[in-house]
């Protein structure tokens, strides 16, 4: 009973407006990502001329709404996402009454999804996809050309350098305040950050100050990484960009974090007496030990601990101890736009290196390099978009915003059936044998598979459940 005396008392704790502020937020976010995919559906379907019968935002009964054409154009009362209902696509719509056997649409409704090229029809699975990546492309350019939020950071000190990078090699050390950079006299954080990406592949010459003392060198920058914006992490040097310590947001099960007894809401204060202010750098320092343990000094609840040793174990090709942060305590920022060019180049990148990321760790996931359990869902979503919203910047916003865009875009290209790339599965298959499959050999297909779904999802929101900060005290 003590347990569960602790679970009510944590859940009494919770903070109503945060509460409220993480519900909204993602009922938005995910409403804006639902409604672009269905709107890249719902366009191409109109280009070819397919009926389509509702654009719905949200599920259940109908609120309010008007019809124009063929088309109810609806709220309804579940705002949790949205559809389009076009003539034809559903296995009840093409039964015939009499027999009660599945058929095909018939030849005569040329409005029928199914009465359209396969083509057409697999341009129209495709389109809301498409949405997604240009949804959240556009977020970033728009992000980059008219916000782009900069630290004032008026003299970039650097947090970590990369053992064995170029950064190393050109004498750099963590606490170095840089002075000059390139040609760049007593540079601020954003003209480092440009001078570095218009030197890539060049020696550029950078002084910098140590304690009260002038040091002077020069360093190879490399040539941009494929698929990823290019910084000076590159180049093994990582600068400081938040004041606060790495606030730990959520713990991963079955993770050395967990197995030291850290909990959500400790701050690390250093790894083995190195300062660490965002976890890239830690990230990066994890790599160095190549699996030896670290000494974590942190604090709780605003008392430091006694020393705590992990022991970082290898997952997704990386040595990780296993946990999410929050979101970290920035300097004050000014907003520098970019110019469109650098706006759209930059964008571009973000986008690129997001899908490569997902798509490694749907990899891993089927090679069974990553656990199932380590995926987000849901309420994690909602938790991060809640995060974000709570935030005075945008970055964390419009970052979230795409990324999560880019997901929805991915998974549903994957070939399973009821997504959207189990459906132009399907109409390959039929391209090359060049018959119909039989409708009800689809539809139990479907009926399979919307149940593998559903246990699927209700595994990782479970997963999300249980990682809450209301069940931390029944971690191990």
Request: charged residues 15%.
């Amino acid at each position: 009973m003590t347990d569960f005396h602790q679970i009510l008392a944590n859940i009494a704790a919770i903070d109503l407006r945060s509460l409220l502020v993480t519900i909204v937020s993602f009922v938005v976010l995910l409403g804006l990502m639902v409604v672009v995919h269905e709107f890249g559906h719902f366009a191409v379907a109109k280009l070819f001329r397919v009926r389509v019968e509702a654009f719905s935002f949200g599920f259940g009964p109908r609120l309010f709404g008007y019809k124009y054409g063929d088309t109810d154009y609806k709220i309804c009362l579940l705002p949790l996402g949205g559809y389009v209902k076009m003539s034809g696509e559903n296995f009840s719509e093409l039964t015939d009454a009499a027999t009660g056997t599945a058929t095909q649409a018939p030849i005569d409704d040329p409005g029928a999804l199914t009465s359209h090229p396969r083509w057409q029809q697999m341009l129209i699975g495709v389109a809301g996809p498409v949405a997604n990546f240009v949804l959240a492309f556009v977020l970033m350019f728009f992000y980059f050309g008219w916000i782009n939020e900069v630290p004032d950071i008026k003299a970039p000190a650097i947090e970590w350098v990369t053992p064995g990078s170029p950064a190393a090699s050109a004498g750099l050390e963590p606490g170095d305040i840089i002075r000059q950079f390139d040609n760049a006299v007593n540079p601020d954080w954003f003209t480092v950050f440009k001078h570095a990406k218009a030197a890539r592949n060049q020696i550029v010459s950078i002084a910098v100050e140590r304690n009260g003392q002038a040091v002077q060198t020069f360093l190879q920058m490399p040539d941009r990484a494929k698929g990823k914006p290019y910084d000076l992490s590159q180049a093994g040097v990582f600068l400081q960009e938040a004041t606060g310590p790495i606030v730990i947001d959520q713990l991963l099960p079955n993770m050395p974090a967990a197995q030291a007894g850290l909990q959500p809401g400790d701050s690390i204060l250093a790894a083995d007496g190195h300062v660490f202010h965002t976890t890239l750098p830690l990230l990066d320092y994890l790599q160095t030990l190549q699996g030896k343990p670290v000494l974590l000094t942190v604090a709780r609840h605003g008392a430091t601990l006694p020393p705590i040793l992990v022991h970082p174990a290898m997952q997704d090709a990386q040595w990780r101890i296993g946990f999410a942060p929050g979101i970290p305590v920035y300097p004050p920022v000014h907003n520098q736009p970019m110019t469109i060019f650098d706006a759209a180049s930059e964008s571009q990148g973000v986008c690129v290196e997001s899908s490569l990321l997902i798509v490694e760790v749907l990899q891993k996931l089927f090679t069974h390099k990553a656990s199932v359990s380590q995926l987000v869902g849901p309420v994690g979503i909602a938790q991060a978009a809640g995060e974000a919203a709570k935030t005075k910047e945008w970055s964390p916003k419009f970052g979230l915003a795409a990324m999560i865009s880019i997901n929805l875009g991915i998974l549903n290209l994957m070939p399973f059936p009821i997504l959207d790339g189990g459906m132009i599965l399907f109409l390959l298959i039929e391209s090359v044998i060049r018959r119909p499959i039989n409708i009800n050999v689809k539809e139990y297909i479907y009926q399979a598979a919307f149940l593998m779904l559903v246990a699927f999802f209700a595994f990782i929101i479970f997963n999300d459940v249980s990682r809450l900060s209301i069940f931390s005290h029944l971690k191990p």
